[in-house]
């Protein structure tokens, strides 16, 4: 998988990706005003208040850059009510963080989700919310990341798999299994909706980059 950071110090970072043919990653901070948008992603964002602004054209740019690292042309990115609508022959995928946009473009794998997230953010408080009981028992034995990266990798995880089921998954409805040295994750599907069993086929890797979480999650056909 190609990775492209603009920032020097990150862009030095291996993070050592695992080999996915005709995919590649992108991570730009947000500093983008619109002016990069193309054509039709123009339209949309003339409705836009400044902050959601920010985050489509910079979440746009990142897209725009993994399409270039394919050698694709870079092509609009539209969207529907809930997922960007990607050009015939892609999948891909965008996270937004305080500081960073990531996306994420395949030509070969049937559906990607990527998150990106700032470690600390996922307090005690919120695990009853977002992880089922057996989850919150592994975190005892991983890094203190590992709260961020499960739910980051549950994001990832949901954007990848809507393309294919078209249905919410409450968070209670997936369980994510970290394997904290090998940097990978799987996700158990725990409800009913069977289109949404694609998720346990997919793979995830993780990698701490700053202080930050990006995960990237695969489908394969």
């Not at 996306?103 to 990607?112: E, G, M, P, Q, Y």
């Not at 890094?143 to 409450?170: L, Q, R, T």
């Amino acid at each position: 998988m190609h990775w492209f950071c603009e920032t020097p110090s990150l862009q030095q970072i291996d993070p050592a990706w695992p080999a996915l043919p005709d995919t590649a990653m992108a991570l730009l901070p947000k500093r983008r005003t619109g002016s990069e948008l193309l054509g039709a992603e123009q339209v949309l964002a003339q409705q836009m208040g400044d902050s959601r602004l920010t985050d489509f054209a910079a979440g746009r740019a990142c897209a725009h850059l993994a399409q270039k690292h394919l050698g694709l042309s870079a092509q609009p990115i539209l969207r529907d009510e809930r997922a960007p609508v990607w050009p015939k022959g892609q999948c891909g995928s965008i996270s937004h963080a305080k500081d960073w946009a990531l996306a994420a473009v395949s030509t070969s794998l049937r559906s990607i989700g990527v998150d990106v997230e700032a470690q600390g953010r996922v307090t005690q408080k919120l695990y009853r919310a977002l992880f089922r009981p057996e989850e919150v028992n592994a975190f005892s034995s991983c890094s203190d990341a590992a709260p961020s990266v499960a739910f980051a990798a549950k994001e990832a995880g949901y954007k990848a798999i809507y393309p294919i089921g078209g249905a919410y998954i409450g968070f209670q409805e997936a369980s994510v299994e970290l394997d904290w040295q090998s940097q990978c994750f799987r996700i158990l599907y725990h409800g009913d909706h069977k289109a949404n069993k694609a998720l346990e086929s997919g793979v995830g890797y993780w990698r701490l980059i700053d202080s930050y979480v990006i995960v990237f999650f695969a489908i394969q056909d």
